[in-house]
């Protein structure tokens, strides 16, 4: 596999990806029996994982070979610190002190990434559900490409579920919530969201906050998306490389295709919010609905689905949580199936 590029690494991905989810799909269709593997299974399913997405080639200028080249001279004493995000800075200069192998750099930002998904999953989701929830996570759109590309953003948002995990252990969340945010300084959306609906959950107000977002999105247009641009810009200089990126597949505008995707969500949990009553449940629909109402007022803007993403990472949860807490439908698994197609396809 050495001729291999980043991008055969990749289609080798969504295509296995794929396949398996496909023969999941089937598997529930056929069976009303949930898909159980012991702990360690999954973790060492996991493991195997995390080492193939870690090994994946990176290419001359991509954003791995970004990191990899400032993880090698961050110990050069005429390179400045160019960022405000000072957490993944002194995380990477003192591995760099340890070794200067960037493989195991790598490996440590995969165990966390990794670490901090299965964490969320194991200790909210029962263990019949837990490999089914963990393959759809992975399969989701985003997941491979925050594990590969957008690396500093994506080991923020797994901190930030360990965050949520220790959501009854005060200090331990606040610990996890500040290291979220000083690694990727665009957690404070869902940090600051976070501890709000954990002290002021409104049920279901919020979803006329995201109304008035999107409302205010189409109404003012373009010009909300240059004040909102420029303000980005102002506050962190790496914003301008994204927001004047003339890359066609970044285009600027309105994308109906980010809005649909986002709604899906909200939809279903405001649906089964009704059905299973659960606190922690509130809160996580809550703080997707109000981190997505944010993107909403950012949707013009270029790399927008790097602000999206704050929120997508949690559609996976929101879809199969309320099922793993009761049976709700008589089918349940053929639901489980639909969920899992539909995120596959969408990826």
């Known amino acids: 596999m050495e001729n291999l590029t980043s991008v055969d690494w990749t289609k080798i991905w969504y295509n296995s990806i794929t396949i398996i989810s496909i023969m999941l799909v089937l598997r529930l269709l056929l069976s009303r029996a949930s898909i159980k593997v012991a702990n360690g299974f999954l973790i060492f399913l996991a493991a195997i994982i995390m080492l193939y997405v870690v090994n994946e080639p990176s290419w001359e200028y991509s954003d791995k070979w970004n990191y990899q080249v400032s993880f090698e001279n961050i110990l050069d004493a005429s390179i400045e610190r160019k960022d405000g995000d000072s957490g993944f800075y002194i995380f990477t200069k003192g591995i760099r002190l340890l070794t200067d192998w960037y493989i195991l750099y790598f490996l440590l930002i995969g165990g966390i990434y990794f670490y901090g998904y299965l964490k969320f999953i194991n200790h909210f989701f029962s263990k019949e559900y837990r490999f089914i929830v963990f393959f759809t996570t992975i399969s989701a759109l985003g997941f491979y490409a925050y594990a590969t590309n957008t690396i500093r953003q994506g080991l923020a948002l797994a901190i930030f579920l360990l965050a949520i995990v220790y959501m009854n252990n005060k200090v331990k969340s606040i610990v996890f919530s500040i290291i979220a945010v000083l690694f990727h300084k665009s957690l404070i959306i869902p ?20 109304l008035l977002c999107l409302v205010v999105t189409i109404l003012l247009g373009s010009s909300l998306g240059v004040l909102l641009g420029d303000f980005l810009v102002s506050s962190d200089n790496r914003m301008d490389g994204y927001l004047n990126d003339e890359n066609e597949s970044y285009q600027a505008g309105f994308k109906l295709n980010f809005l649909i995707y986002s709604i899906a969500p909200i939809i279903y949990g405001m649906k089964m919010k009704v059905k299973i009553n659960d606190e922690f ?8 609905i109000i981190v997505n109402a944010v993107w ?23 879809f199969l949580y309320p099922l793993s807490k009761q049976q709700l439908f008589k089918n349940q698994n053929h639901i489980i199936a639909l969920i899992l197609f539909y995120l596959t396809m969408v990826t």
Not at 281 to 288: A, D, E, G, K
Not at 296 to 318: C, E, G, N
């Open 191 to 210: 940090v600051a969201v976070f501890w709000i609906v954990k002290r002021y959950n409104l049920n279901n107000n919020f979803i006329y906050f995201w």
């Open 281 to 288: 449940y509130n809160q996580i629909l809550s703080l997707y």
């Open 296 to 318: 909403l007022l950012m949707i013009r803007i270029a790399f927008t689905d790097r602000f999206a993403y704050l929120s997508w990472f949690l559609i996976p949860f929101i």
